[in-house]
């Protein structure tokens, strides 16, 4: 089953002790400036993704129930995965044919990827690789709550007290065969998580770009040759694409740390838009754009 929309918005129950209505936050509310993640979007009811609609517009929830008149913050993104109503993707057909969600509600998504099970024996080998890897690299930690075990209250103390301790962050993985398999030396390094934690956190509080006139100029090109090539793509062009590849030119300026956004953020927004919305490569360079918001 589903999620349901007033787990997701908000509810409103009643005190078992004193009787009286009170409100009850739900996931969007509780990832106020955060991201809620919602899995099989597709299960959910008719009348639980109308609730939604408002929080993916307006970024707030209307409460109007039993007396209480509030609005809620719920400025969060939301990452949404929905399976095929055929089992089985069927390229023949779009995307809200696949899904069976409405043009109403898949346009409030900036971006929208298909995931596809492809036939590739290297990518397959590659994924059973990491995957008997993970089995194979088991920490004590894991090893004790597999066995249903309980790990003493000493040996969480002390890891956090050497993690307090540990006033530097290193920047990059440290090589280890049984996690990262056998990568070529050519490959480029890998970021550790507190460092991608803490460079996320300051682009995201301490970056405040703005858009510049020759950014402005590349959306608003942008922006016309979508809506006339708007046929053949898999999603409706409207006014909320044009909000998207604001958001998605920001967020790259943000990644590089930027005060203003340039034409090079427009562009890089504009190639994730055309790989979303046509399912094609970066027409300069014939590759997938790697650069993330």
Do not use: W
């Amino acid at each position: 089953r589903g999620s349901s929309g007033v787990g997701l918005t908000a509810a409103v129950t009643t005190d078992g002790e004193t009787g009286e209505r009170r409100l009850e936050a739900g996931a969007m509310v509780l990832a106020d400036r955060g991201v809620v993640c919602i899995d099989e979007f597709d299960k959910m009811s008719e009348e639980d993704r109308v609730a939604i609609h408002e929080v993916m517009e307006q970024q707030t929830v209307t409460i109007d129930k039993a007396g209480i008149h509030t609005s809620l913050n719920a400025r969060c993104s939301v990452v949404a995965a929905a399976n095929p109503i055929y089992g089985q993707y069927n390229r023949k057909k779009k995307p809200t044919e696949n899904i069976g969600l409405p043009d109403s509600l898949l346009s409030r998504f900036d971006l929208l990827y298909i995931v596809l099970d492809t036939t590739d024996p290297s990518r397959d080998r590659a994924i059973s690789d990491h995957v008997l890897r993970m089995h194979q690299y088991r920490g004590a930690n894991d090893e004790a709550l597999s066995v249903g075990g309980i790990i003493s209250e000493s040996t969480a103390i002390s890891t956090n007290v050497e993690n307090e301790e540990s006033n530097s962050t290193p920047i990059y993985q440290k090589f280890n065969r049984l996690l990262h398999g056998s990568r070529p030396k050519s490959s480029p390094p890998l970021f550790t998580i507190a460092f991608l934690k803490k460079y996320m956190l300051y682009a995201k509080h301490r970056i405040h770009p703005v858009l510049t006139d020759e950014a402005i100029a590349t959306i608003s090109r942008a922006y016309a040759e979508l809506r006339a090539k708007q046929e053949i793509m898999t999603l409706p062009v409207t006014a909320r694409s044009l909000e998207t590849m604001i958001r998605l030119s920001t967020a790259h300026a943000k990644c590089r740390l930027s005060s203003e956004v340039t034409d090079i953020d427009a562009q890089v927004a504009l190639d994730m838009m055309n790989f979303a919305l046509f399912n094609e490569a970066n027409p300069r360079t014939g590759t997938v754009p790697t650069a993330a918001p």
